[in-house]
Nanobody
Framework: QVQLTESGGGLVQAGDSLRLSCTVT?????????MGWFRQAPGKEREFVAA????????FYTDSVKGRFTISRDNAVNTVYLQMNSLKFEDTAVYYC?????????????????WGQGTQVTVSS
């Protein structure tokens, strides 16, 4: 069974930065999975944020975070990161990482096979 554990969330002010981490344990090797970050704000559906391919060579983002967020991975320590800069109030949400067996990752949540429990990010305006 693949387990994902997110960390790094917190309460920050607008304009600040945070780095989220998601460590994958057990199951197949980490490099078998493309990884993604999604977020869910109160009263809203879970939405795609960013994804990275199995090798880390290919990344893509939702338009609202392009130029501010960076997804990366370190296959040696089974961890995917989301560096979030210039945070805005509207970035407030619970952030989830997901693992998918697709090659390049996906912006579609049903294609993810495993999810973490989520980490809260709150940005005060």
């Amino acid at each position: 069974q693949v387990q994902l554990t997110e960390s790094g969330g917190g309460l920050v002010q607008a304009g600040d930065s945070l780095r989220l981490s998601c460590t994958v344990t057990s199951g197949r090797t980490f490099s078998s999975h493309a990884m993604g970050w999604f977020r869910q704000a109160p009263g809203k559906e879970r939405e795609f944020v960013a994804a990275i391919s199995r090798s880390g060579d290919y990344t893509f983002y939702t338009d609202s975070v392009k130029g501010r967020f960076t997804i990366s991975r370190d296959n040696a320590v089974n961890t995917v990161y989301l560096q979030m800069n210039s945070l805005k109030f509207e970035d407030t949400a619970v952030y989830y990482c997901g693992a998918t067996y697709t090659q390049g990752g996906s912006s579609w949540a049903p294609e993810y096979d495993y999810w973490g429990q989520g980490t809260q990010v709150t940005v005060s305006s």
